[in-house]
């Protein structure tokens, strides 16, 4: 860690709190802009949560024009950045807010980007000194990916079937809406999926060999948050002081992990959840146990401070501390039950034959080199073979 050249890339006004959807227009009118594309999870356009009618009145109080664009499912593809691209070309948009999932954000961000640099190639986003895109404002609805704070965006390829994940200081929006109010209609399920996503990326940004004093402090405090409010709200999701608490969270991790990098766990995680269609947050929660055990004595110290924010007794020795953080995560895999929804997803012959091909995807994507022990193609093929071992036990 070089502790004397930090940074620390970030939006600009990060807005959090109940109802603070209705500061919407103050965004808009701040960027000058009078004709938003807003694009927006299809669940949310529809009966019962009709968040659309919602954000279309707040923004035409204002005498703000807006579309909405919700026709996608799935994880985001370059299919759906360009049928956005034309309807929002017709709109003539000049800003772009984008509200949901992880899926709406990453979406809204390729559009900010492309709807503005036409020609620019996929390939190109990373070594450009400066992106030239719409005013992006993001608004999740769930507490995971932390993207409304993230410089990247994972765009699926339809030609190649792999996941893109380019990285820029421009891609950060230029502000974000924390509305924990959002986040109520968020399924049991995808609550754990999105929040295991979320103490991930703090956990990976805090033992990344890319982690400053600064991320360091946001990857503690989410890891705290998370420890505290995600058992509350997988039991009770109408507890709006612990999805609050969440939604901050996810936004400190997001920012951890944007300046230190995610790791192994998202490298392999990329891979899995692109074979088999998983939802992201669960694909990386069924490999992040694996990730630590291999990564634990290369980074005893950090996963013992870890297991501390996550409530274990500093008492013990720091070897039994590393162990603990480990065992933490299996349990919340237990709990919320990753394990069993992992089955559903996964085939487990397919997995077993596609292991050595998911081991090289993984190693062409972000996060292998900053895992403190850098890991070769055999060692994640061991990880995956001790996924599928643990699948095979939860199937008997």
């Known amino acids: 860690m070089d502790i004397h050249m930090e940074r620390l890339d970030l939006p600009s006004l990060i807005h959090a709190g109940r109802g603070s959807i209705n500061q919407l227009p103050e965004f808009v009118l701040s960027t000058g802009g009078s004709r938003v594309f807003v ?64 899926s709406a954000m990453d979406l809204s961000k390729a559009v900010s980007l492309f709807g503005k640099s036409q020609n620019l190639k996929w390939v190109e986003i990373a070594n450009k000194p400066f992106l030239d895109r719409f005013p992006l404002l993001l608004v999740p609805t769930t507490a995971g990916t932390g993207s409304e704070a993230t410089k990247v965006m994972v765009i699926t390829n339809t030609d190649s079937n792999l996941k893109m994940n380019p990285g820029h200081k421009d891609l950060i929006p230029d502000a974000a809406i924390l509305d924990p109010e959002l986040t109520l209609s968020l399924p049991r399920t995808f609550t754990a999926y999105t929040g295991l996503d979320a103490l991930t990326h703090a956990i990976e940004a805090y033992v990344s060999t890319r982690a400053t004093r600064m991320t360091d402090f946001f990857a503690l405090e989410a890891i705290r948050m998370i420890g505290k409010s995600l058992p509350t709200i997988y039991e009770n999701g109408e507890n709006l002081e612990a999805r609050e608490n969440m939604s901050i969270a996810s936004c400190y991790a997001g920012i951890a992990f944007s300046n230190a990098s995610t790791n192994l766990a998202h490298a392999a995680g990329r891979s899995l959840g692109a074979r088999f269609h998983i939802p992201h947050g669960l694909s990386v929660a069924l490999l992040l146990p694996f990730v630590m055990e291999y990564s634990l004595e290369s980074s005893e110290k950090r996963f013992a401070e870890v297991a501390i924010a996550l409530g274990a007794s500093p008492s013990l020795s720091q070897k039994e501390l590393a162990e603990q953080s480990l065992n933490l995560m299996h349990e919340y895999n237990n709990q919320f039950n990753i394990w069993t929804d992992g089955q559903k997803f996964i085939n487990l012959e397919d997995l077993k034959k596609d292991i050595p091909i998911l081991s090289r995807d993984a190693l062409s994507g972000n996060g292998i080199l900053t895992n403190r ?24």
């Open 39 to 102: 694009l927006m999870d299809s669940f949310l356009a529809r009966a019962p949560v009709s968040l659309d009618e919602k954000v279309k009145s707040i923004l035409k109080k204002a005498n703000i024009e807006s579309v909405i664009f919700s026709s996608y499912s799935g994880e985001p593809t370059t299919e759906h950045v360009n049928a956005a691209l034309e309807i929002m070309k017709d709109f003539k948009a000049d800003c772009v807010v984008g509200i949901g999932g992880g």
């Open 373 to 396: 022990k850098v890991p070769a193609f055999e060692d994640i093929c061991q990880i995956l073979e001790l996924l599928a071992n643990k699948l095979s036990y939860v199937y008997s």
